[in-house]
């Protein structure tokens, strides 16, 4: 699906209505189901959000694995800073139309965690398998930057959506300054 002008999460949100099935999985370009995902653990899914295990990729080689990755929570039922790899959770179609959750195109660059947060707060049942669900392939914005601009927009998108304060923001720019080509 290709969407307007805004980004990848337009095209995302065309998918999510245009749909039919009962679970949404959003991958994007490069990246792939994992071997040991298959039809017969889609059947058997269930939740509201289902997640499990991701493979990184990096010049078509596995560079890492996340096992157990976790949704973390505080006492509100709001998301804490981490999240597993969007590209290893499906979402139940029913449950985003009820609630009408659709990505945020003012977010350009972290919609797809602003979505994850109002599914929960929405109060999404969510069900992890230790079972690898995706590659995902490494070399996106979100792992090298091209300039100092996109990495300051980029730091600036994830302060908004998850409410960084001052020092916390600072980390994250510095964590960030890694990924920068120089």
């Known amino acids: 699906v290709r969407g307007d002008r805004h980004s990848h999460f337009s095209a995302m949100n065309i998918g999510i209505k245009k749909s039919s099935g009962e679970y949404l999985w959003f991958l994007n370009s490069g990246d792939s189901r994992h071997v040991d995902f298959t039809q017969q653990e889609l059947q058997s899914v269930s939740g ?33 800073h981490s999240l597993p790899c ?15 959750i659709f990505y945020d195109l003012e977010v350009p660059v972290s919609a797809d965690y602003r979505f994850i947060e109002c599914c929960v707060s929405s109060g999404a049942t969510i069900l992890y398998r230790p079972i690898f669900v995706s590659n995902f392939t ?3 914005i979100s792992t090298k930057y ?3 601009s996109q990495l300051r927009k980029h730091a600036h998108g994830i302060k908004i959506t998850r409410n960084l304060n ?17």
Do not use: C
């Open 48 to 80: 509201d959000i289902f997640y499990g295990n991701t493979s990184y990729i990096n010049d078509g080689q596995v560079h890492s694995l996340s096992t157990k990755p976790m949704f973390s929570t505080n006492h509100k039922n709001k998301l804490k």
């Open 86 to 100: 969007h590209q290893s959770i499906l979402f139940n179609r029913k449950f985003l139309e009820r609630h009408q």
């Open 138 to 140: 490494l070399g996106g």
């Open 146 to 148: 091209k300039n100092l």
């Open 166 to 182: 001052f020092i916390q923001h600072k980390i994250l720019f510095i964590k960030l300054l890694r990924k920068l080509r120089w």
